[in-house]
């Protein structure tokens, strides 16, 4: 009998996702109730490179759904923050990890983005994303401005890195059209300097960076300074660059190596239920050691500092989370 009754509540339930576009806002990868204590039984988040932070941490997170609530939660590798707003914005996913600078643009309708994103909610500001600027040793790049006339990754395109890659060459007077560009990322643009083929490469991601941690073994390489009173002025624009330093030792480097960071941002899909998003974010901040554990970027991640900066409208479950705290 409770197979019959458990078959009528899940044709119920497709039957009412195709009629009203999904109970819980997410047509494509929200339309269960199988989960042990969740409306959706599948979170899947978006993430970015294989080799990135995100998909590293992501993929730790999603083990912890799976295993605390029954649920399918799986990453997806995706070009990165512009796919992944897209994605959530197309009712594909229910979770993604992005940088700060692309959710403000989504949410303005700018750059990227050619209405305000509507779907896009956060949950938690993350750690910081280092904009990580190598060329080799022997390549004549001492300053910012030796990039110009350069053939340079900046990235994916539309990604995180491309954009604040961008915005910051941008800052300093110089367009695509002064550079040679290529659309690379993390382990392509490794792959391009050991071989050759590029001057640099833009690699903003947590610390250490997975790639460029690999490269800095077998190749000798550089990491091109920003100056902290340039990443001021930018900052003036936007808002989301801050001055930070990449520490001694990161790879392999004898001294700090001043730079711009951004905040990464996880955001959630806006018409997820406010019970779901307070369980995600409750089980996100209770597996902070776990996530510390697969990569030490997320040692950056506090739940005192996970409001500040949000730059996307936070969800009502993650804000009932905080209120509890």
Do not use: W
Not at 32 to 48: C, P, Q, R, W
Not at 57 to 85: F, M, P, W
Not at 265 to 274: C, F, G, K
Request: aromatic share 6%; net charge negative; proline share 3%.
């Amino acid at each position: 009998m409770k197979k019959k009754i458990g078959y009528f509540l899940a044709t119920t339930l497709l039957a009412g996702s195709v009629l009203a576009a999904c109970g819980n806002g997410n047509s494509d990868s929200a339309e269960g109730g199988d989960g042990e204590g969740l409306d959706t039984s599948i979170v899947t988040i978006a993430t970015g490179g294989a080799s990135g932070p995100y998909n590293i941490i992501a993929t730790t997170l999603a083990d912890k759904y799976s295993s605390e609530y029954g649920v399918n939660s799986r990453t997806q590798t995706t070009g990165a923050s512009v796919e992944n707003v897209n994605l959530l914005e197309q009712d594909k996913v229910e979770l993604a990890f992005t940088m700060s600078d692309v959710v403000s643009q989504a949410v303005a309708g700018e750059v990227s983005f050619e209405q305000p994103a509507e779907k896009v909610n956060q949950i938690a500001a993350l750690y910081p994303n280092f904009v990580q600027i190598v060329t080799t040793a022997d390549s004549g790049i001492e300053t910012f401005e030796d990039l110009k006339g350069k053939r340079i990754a900046v990235g994916d395109q539309n990604s995180g890195v491309e954009v604040n890659a961008r915005t910051l060459l941008e800052g300093h007077g110089i367009t695509y059209d002064d550079i040679e560009v290529d659309y690379l990322g993390y382990a392509e643009a490794a792959d391009g300097l050991r071989a050759g083929q590029l001057d640099a490469a833009f690699l903003t991601s947590g610390l250490p960076n997975a790639s460029l941690l690999e490269l800095s073994e077998t190749l000798d390489i550089r990491l091109v300074t920003v100056d902290p009173d340039d990443v001021e002025q930018i900052a003036q624009d936007e808002s989301y660059f801050v001055a930070m330093e990449i520490p001694e030792g990161t790879y392999g480097n004898d001294e700090p190596i001043p730079t711009a960071a951004i905040m990464n941002a996880l955001v959630v899909h806006a018409d997820m239920s406010e019970d779901d998003v307070y369980e995600l974010t409750k089980t996100f901040f209770e597996s902070l050691d776990s996530l510390v554990n697969s990569h030490q970027a997320a040692a950056d991640i506090s739940l005192e500092a996970a409001q500040e900066g949000l730059v996307a409208p936070l969800h009502p479950g993650a804000e009932r989370y905080y209120n509890e705290q």
